[in-house]
T-cell receptor, first 111, second 114 residues
Framework: NAGVTQTPKFQVLKTGQSMTLQCAQD?????MYWYRQDPGMGLRLIYY???????DKGEVPNGYNVSRLNKREFSLRLESAAPSQTSVYFC??????????FGPGTRLTVT | SQKIEQNSEALNIQEGKTATLTCNYT??????LQWYRQDPGRGPVFLLL?????KEKRKERLKVTFDTTLKQSLFHITASQPADSATYLC?????????????FGKGTMLLVSP
């Protein structure tokens, strides 16, 4: 079992560029999440998908879109990147007792 | 507004001692509380979950308590080892029953010296 995988591991974008962060899980979990983690701010929820076919906004959704492609995959898209989106992005899936399994993260820098 | 507080200062202890980390919250009535470990450059790893009707949970050298009256959880690591050095995050369920999203605290760094 690979658990939760994320690509890419690192990315540098210029302001205004777009990109998609990919996430996949092989644990047959229904729910998947996207967080961002900034120094001094902790983990903040961007979007989540409680089940295949549904997505909902979290605490900080502005500037992002998501797609739950199938049960395994949940992608996060930045349409027009801004320096304020420089962060570490984590994807997670939710287990049977509501525990969350996190991916290794994507470190994004927007210049 | 809802708030989770973890000690922002690092906790330094000696190997073999018990580490105790605190998570306080306000304006929540969580159905459950979770603790995670995060190493530098890696994603958080789930450690323990405790429900609102449970006072204490143990797993190997780890113990979590949950006091819904004080609105506080304590996380203990007994016989601590240098390998326990990491940042520990507490997380509360936003809802008061069943499945819900989590709100994470900012974490406390634990440093265990040999």
């Amino acid at each position: 079992n690979a658990g939760v995988t994320q690509t890419p591991k690192f990315q540098v974008l210029k302001t205004g560029q777009s990109m998609t962060l990919q996430c996949a899980q092989d644990m047959n979990h229904n729910s998947m999440y996207w967080y961002r983690q900034d120094p001094g701010m902790g983990l903040r929820l961007i979007y989540y998908s409680a089940s295949e076919g549904t997505t909902d906004k979290g605490e900080v959704p502005n500037g992002y879109n998501v797609s739950r492609l199938n049960k395994r995959e949940f992608s996060l898209r930045l349409e027009s990147a801004a320096p304020s989106q420089t962060s570490v992005y984590f994807c997670a899936s939710v287990g049977r007792i509501y525990e969350q399994y996190f991916g290794p993260g994507t470190r994004l820098t927007v210049t | 507004s809802q708030k989770i507080e973890q000690n922002s200062e690092a906790l330094n202890i000696q190997e073999g001692k018990t580490a105790t980390l605190t998570c306080n919250y306000t304006n929540y009535s969580p159905a459950y509380l979770q603790w995670y470990r995060q190493d530098p450059g890696r994603g958080p790893v789930f450690l323990l979950l405790i429900r609102e009707n449970e006072k204490e949970k143990r797993k190997e050298r780890l113990k979590v308590t949950f006091d819904t009256t004080l609105k506080q959880s304590l996380f203990h690591i007994t016989a601590s080892q240098p390998a326990d050095s990491a940042t520990y995050l507490c997380a509360l369920s936003r809802g008061n029953s069943g499945y819900s999203t989590l709100t994470f605290g900012k974490g406390t760094m634990l440093l265990v010296s040999p």
